[in-house]
């Protein structure tokens, strides 16, 4: 039977298109969401959608192509949601690695690029999504997804650590901020997981098999996640379950951060 956690809500994805996004997108609409999956790639965007309907043919997805770093089309798909549907939740996925580099080595280029989607592409989810969410029925939920690289610091991954250490501090913030306006907002820091993303940054090892099997090996459950590990956690933090919890990082990570 298809579980009924998220029944009459609406809840906006971006990076839809692929990992994590996607299977928080599959999940959601499981749940019984109305899913406004968004990415900047439309392929990938519409591949979800299609896997959506695959999957459950009464599941409620809708794509729409949005570049998280621009504001404005951010507002007009945020506005858009909310008068066809009301917006519910909030999960601002989209984001970005770079080439490990010394802090002294990183381009301007690498530099803004990754506090363009990974930084601003939060921030403008929040802006864009929160006037809506404050005037919902009090029982609105964000969910940034911030990274094991929020708090724990990666050499060579500077500007990804600079980023994502923002995007945990700042969905605090915005939990202070919003709450009393029936407003949630969470973030989840995954370990490494087996996405596109995720084996990009074994692509640039010599042999990328060998350095993901060498990764997993750190980890106390001897694996890697899987985009389904983190997108449940996500669920829950969007659901009714999580209804006291607010302004928390919560850690998805094999129990790699306590070793
Ligand atoms: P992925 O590469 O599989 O998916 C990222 C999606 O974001 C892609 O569909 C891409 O088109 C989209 N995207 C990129 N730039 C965009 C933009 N400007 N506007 C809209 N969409 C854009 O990556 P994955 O692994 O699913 O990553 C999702 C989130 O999880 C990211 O924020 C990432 O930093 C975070 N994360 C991933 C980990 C991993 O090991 N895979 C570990 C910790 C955090």
Same mark, same amino acid.
């Given at each position: ?6 029944? #009459?809500?609406?809840?906006? =994805? ?41 999957? #459950?043919? #009464? ?54 690029? =990754? ?6 592409? =939060? ?13 919902? #029925? ?6 940034? =997804? ?114």
């Amino acid at each position: 039977m298809a579980s009924t956690r998220l029944a #009459d809500r609406t809840v906006l =994805v971006t990076g839809a298109g692929s990992g994590i996004g996607r299977e928080t997108t599959i999940r959601c609409a499981e749940a019984g969401a109305t899913v406004i999956a968004t990415d900047v790639d439309s392929n990938g965007g519409q591949e979800t959608v299609s896997m959506v309907q695959e999957a #459950d043919p #009464d599941g409620v997805v809708e794509f729409e192509k949005l570049d998280v770093t621009n504001r404005e089309r951010f507002g007009e798909v945020a506005d858009g949601t909310a008068d066809q549907y009301g917006l519910d939740c909030v999960v601002n996925n989209a984001g970005t690695g770079h080439p490990p580099a010394n802090v002294e080595d990183v381009s301007d280029g690498t530099f803004d690029y =990754v506090v363009d989607v990974n930084l601003r592409g =939060v921030w403008n989810g929040c802006q864009a999504t929160l006037p809506h969410l404050k005037a919902g #029925d009090g029982d609105a939920a964000i969910v940034n =997804v911030s990274s094991l690289a929020g708090f724990l610091g990666f050499p060579k991954q500077s500007v990804y650590s600079l980023t994502k250490g923002a995007v945990l501090n700042f969905s605090r913030a915005v939990a202070a901020e919003a709450g009393p306006a029936g407003v949630r907002c969470n973030a989840v820091c995954p370990g490494f997981t087996d996405t596109p993303l995720g084996r990009q940054y074994f692509e640039t090892k010599g042999d990328p098999e060998k350095a993901m099997e060498k990764a997993a090996r750190q980890y106390p459950l001897k694996r890697l996640g899987e985009p389904e590990e983190i997108a449940e956690p996500i669920l829950f933090l969007l659901s009714e379950e999580a209804s006291w919890i607010s302004g928390h990082g919560l850690v998805v990570d094999g129990g790699f951060s306590i070793t």
